[in-house]
């Protein structure tokens, strides 16, 4: 059963919609003990980047999500907080990947957020990306991005630079698009996650 | 390269979708929650509903719709409607809505955009403006183009984007209901001077009215209502249509 971590930090409905669409069983986890309860973690999150650090960092969950070893997966600002930096409110995150968020802003000249649906480039044998097409488009909407980095770099996405759609390293996995709002593709993708 | 995204959009009273031809004359078109799930088959990239129902039960048959629709739609969606304060965009937001759209309440409040931008982040606030022309220059029109402001609508998209719009959804009521195609030169003028993405809506008749508009004016999205209820348009056409002459599409 997977458990979504519940830290009050924007809109949870619709990932726990998507799941129940699907049919995957789910649970909140809003105290450090409850990340026990489940064999798989989602971290959500939409809005400020440091706003939700500080809010992970309330609840005490920094340091027992450092210690998970059961599959993790991080989704949009759920995705940015596991990296080290973000110049979001310039926060410390949770550090699983040496990593930092940075804003679009200065960086290219594309319109900011980066909002509506791109293309991802991914190894296919990815079990995160297993059963889907290649070049597939996922539903953006994000104003910070994570640098692009071979070594964690599961899934690359273009908008004026390469950026990393999706990361990976050991137990943790990351996608900075919504599954939850692609449509098809990104039905399986979590119907993958479920299956690790 | 970002898809060009095709927005169908659907007006809501009472919890039944109704379309008016130039505002005025409502027909209704079925049940919100089934068109919006045809429609995300259909390959729409995102959906908006504009609630205009006026009872005092409005919020919560908006609430309604907005869990209905986020319970049961893969793509994302935006609700606009009867929102004037920071309360009802955060009930919306719990509901599952992707974005919310504020019109005639921004443009007598406008602080309103800087709140919710600070409180939900820019990605969550759509500004929505009607524009008509008189005398040779836009002007924002509220309550569905029947009331003229002072205001040019340049100035005040130019405002909004600076307050925490994160995205403008532009409707030229003058082109409204008329399927004579978008006001591509007041779009691609917008567009020009600003820096978050741009929805053109009202106008569209045909397929290469949305080849026009994505070539022409360059805008992110176009948005349409009855040419795609009444079957006029179909949006896998539409689409191949709008690859064959290159402009990006998710197929």
Partial sequence: MIGIVNYEAGNIFSITAALKRLQIPYGMVNTPAELEQYDKIIIPGVGHAGAAMQKLQNRGLVEPIKQLKKPVLGICVGMQLLTSFSEEGNADLVDIFPLKTLHFDKRVGEKVPHMGWNRLQFDPSCPLFAGIPANSYFYFVHSYFIEYNAAYTIASCDYGLQFSAAIAKDNFWAVQFHPEKSGAVGEQLLLNFAKF | ?251
């Fill in chain 2, 1 to 251: 390269m970002l898809a060009k995204r095709i927005i169908p959009c659907l007006d809501v009273k009472d919890g039944r979708t109704v379309k008016g031809v130039n505002f005025v004359d409502l027909r209704d078109a079925g049940d919100p929650v089934e068109l919006a799930w045809q429609y995300s088959q259909q390959g729409a990239d995102e959906l908006v509903f504009l609630d205009i129902t006026a009872t005092h039960e409005r919020r919560k048959t908006t609430v309604d719709l907005v869990k209905a629709v986020a319970s049961q739609i893969n793509i994302p969606f935006t609700i606009g409607g009867g929102i004037n304060e920071l309360a009802d965009a955060d009930v919306l937001l719990n509901a599952g809505a992707d974005k919310i759209s504020i019109n005639s309440a921004a443009v007598r409040n406008p602080k309103l955009i800087d709140e919710l931008a600070r409180t939900f982040g820019v990605q969550f606030v759509v500004v929505a403006v009607d524009t008509r022309l008189v005398e040779g220059k836009n002007y924002v029109h509220l309550r569905g183009g029947r009331d003229q402001t002072d205001i040019q609508t340049e100035d005040w998209i130019k405002e909004a984007e600076s307050r925490g719009a994160g995205e403008i959804l532009l409707t030229s009521m003058d082109h409204d209901g008329t399927k004579q195609g978008f006001d591509i030169h007041l779009l691609d003028k917008i567009n020009q001077q600003i820096r978050i993405p741009l929805i053109a809506s009202g106008g569209a008749g045909n397929a290469q009215h949305f080849v026009d508009v994505f070539q022409q004016a360059h805008v992110d999205a176009a948005l349409a209502a009855s040419v795609f209820h009444y079957g006029e348009i179909l949006i896998p056409e539409l689409k191949q249509t709008l690859q064959q002459q290159q402009v990006p599409v998710r197929l």
